[in-house]
């Protein structure tokens, strides 16, 4: 039931009385007024008159045309709009029945209630959304209300009255409940911001001309006149230790923990009347003072003077740190995160003649800029009745630490408040822009509360489809649908309606979620009878335990009847058959068609009993598929069996043995003699790696072939693996005339005489003496050659032949001093090292003893030590227990002579 304040910039064209009651706006600009209009029901309005309703529409014309930015209302203004700062709520429940019979003088805020003061004298204590909180009214006063205070706990509440009253009442306990009379009006009054804590229980209220403090004592409440003689006290603001007042002369801070008067700050020459123009005070912080004044606005800050000065002053003072004039009159004042937002009342009160008053405005200032203040927003409210208002009549107060503001008025309370994820996905979604506003919903699903992202997408889906965007509406369908059978159900007959199953088709669930199956078959039907291509798809994508399978058969059977060459329907049937596990009748039907569907078939369900006579019909299809296909299962469809069924089908027998033999020679060695002939016709490039993988074949079939055929490569192959090396290499000279391969084969065979005969046939043959002579020199010594060509042959290329048997020469001397070298300079390393092995220390333990002796090695004491002789075996020995060189030469003697002896 809250009011909306929207921000299209398009003017609304306002309904009947009987529907829609009195229309409402709001309009939010900048600096040049920019306008932003807005239409809302208000349903508590109808006895207003159709004057009334004339009257309100011509001054909403009048305020749009007078908008500098926004004099055109079209579509591609409003996309370029500008989203407002704030969002805008009307206060409604049981305070439009109050306001009903009474009018609001003042409001005090708290995060946990509202406080209401009404011109009839009684304080009202409401929730946020308007709400009457039961036995927690006070009928404290006679007269109007003109100010509530209410401590930071929120459990006192005082108000003062032009009856001189002063009412303090607690929400939770009357136990200090007050209430004083006092002979003046009081206009102002303000709890200590810990008055429900402290004991004192202080409190302080302006009269006709002072500034009283009271405080509890031991048997009465004491007052102190803080200030006095310069007019009525008409706002006072308590924050922390200090105390912020206004008078008729200007406005004074005091300093509770000093009790002194610490500031004193003048209301400006000329400035307008301050009984019409009343002064409005905010604490940013227990630091920061906002001053709103008619049309001038002050920020001060309370500093501490510096230790060393000695000057008879209060040790806190307040600098004025930013003063600027505005071009309307301040209503109210109050703190917007970073900003300050200011009620604005636009006009004089001699200008606005009674029942002529403009639309109050909320703006938004940022004091902080280098270049000055500046004024980032401006909200045109159409506050209640706002023609018969003056600027002392409205009020801003604020919820601190929640950037709640409530803007009052005699006959209406509207609640401004920054705009959230849920009022930013409103403002893209007014303007069609969806697709963003999705995005942004998903990025900030937790900062949702009115909106989640599913409902953002349903909306945005609903918006496609009603734009024809079917495609876009479909993909986007997986997304926003989610898990809702109902919804996606709802969704599809929709597309149905509109012909557009074509759309959604690819997108309907499958497996997360199922849907009836009258929905799964109407696809179908429609696919099968207006696109047959999609309905053979879709019955290859789709599950069959999704729908009714006997039932699409049965239309499908009936369609067949009808055209029975149409292929597409085969296939369908076909794919029928394998869901009902008709697996045979579907194997035959594509084998009829030549369809490749058919391997896959065939592989998922062991089908290979079914096709042992018909290989010749698969190799026809997809040769490489049914050889891969036999490969991998020889155990299931034996070799023999294939070649024979392929026996009148050369090519496609070649082509199986030919891939059985790539993968394993030895499963088809007793068809490599059929191969020869079949590599032969069908494979010329791949008979000589087969004669030279494969011995299995009879050589002389093989050679008989070859030569038929005048295969000379291959004979040369088969003559050398014969013995025959002599008619081989005569081959490579005579037929092949290839020189090169002649050494090769030279070389391979590495049999002198084959040389002998090389050099003989090459020796009348200057480009094999050429070739020879550039190749044979790392095999045999050239002069063997050389010595036998004919003086006076002319043989091509000699110099550049004997040049490189020099060279080559020269290389090998080359190197062999190399090799020389290297093992001379190896052997000196190895030698060297071997030296300090053999030099190097070795271990002996205390335990060691001498093998000769049997005697300890090591003593304690060194003047018994011994000179030791140890081996490279760790063998240890005293020196004087080794026998000598002239006794060992003796024992060698002896022992030579004892084995003469012996023989």
Known sequence: DLLQYCSSPCINSLESRDTCGLAAFISIGNMADNVKSVQEQDDDDDEMTEEGKEES??????????DETNSSSSEGEEDDQEEPRLRYDRIRFDLTEILKKDAASCLAAHSKFLALGTHWGVVHVLDHQGNNIREKEFPSHTTTVNEISIDDNGDYIASCSDDGVVSINGLYTSEHNTKSTHDFPVRAVALDPQFGRKRDRQYVLGGSDQLILYEKGFFRTKPTVIHAGEGPVRTIKWRGSFIAWANDVGVKVYDCSSRMRISYISREDNAPRPDVYQCDLCWRDNATLFIGWANTVKICCVKERPPHDIRDLPRKYVEITQHFQVDFFVAGICPLRDDLAILSYVGSDQDNAKGHAQRPQLRLISPNRKDGPLEVAADSLSIRGFQEYRCNDYHLEFVEGENLMLIVSPKD???AKPRDMDDHLDFLMERERHEEALFKAEQNAKLLFRHTPETIGQRYLKF???HEEYGKAAALCEKVLGSNKKVWEETVYLFATKRQLEAIAPYIPRQRVRLSEAVYEMVLNEFLNHQPNQFLQLLKDWPCHLYNTGAIETVVQAKLEEDRDDRLLHEAQAQLHIYAERYDKALNTFLRLGHE???ELIDTHNLFSSIQENVVMLMDLHP???VDMLLANLDKIPVAEVVEQLHERPRLKHTYLHALFIKNPRLSEEFHADQVEL???????GLLHFLRSSNSYPLEKAQEICVQRELHEEQVYLLGRMGNLKQALWLIITKLEKVEKAIDFATEHNDDELWEDLIKYSVDKPPFITGLLCSIGTHISPSRLISRI?????IPGLRGSLIKILHDYNLEISLREGFKKILVSDSASLMDRLNK???????????AICHACQGVVLFPDRRRARSLVVYHNRTVYHEDCLPSAEEMHSQRQHQRIAGTKRL
């Open 57 to 66: 529409e011509e001054e909403f014309v009048e305020g749009e045309q007078s």
């Open 413 to 415: 309370i509207v609640v």
């Open 464 to 466: 496609l489809i009603s």
């Open 597 to 599: 569907d058919v391997f």
């Open 624 to 626: 490489k598929r049914t």
């Open 679 to 685: 590599y032969a016709e069908y494979d010329r490039k």
């Open 790 to 794: 004919e003086k006076g042959l002319e």
């Open 837 to 847: 092995i053999q030099r190097r220390g070795t271990y002996v333990g205390g335990r």
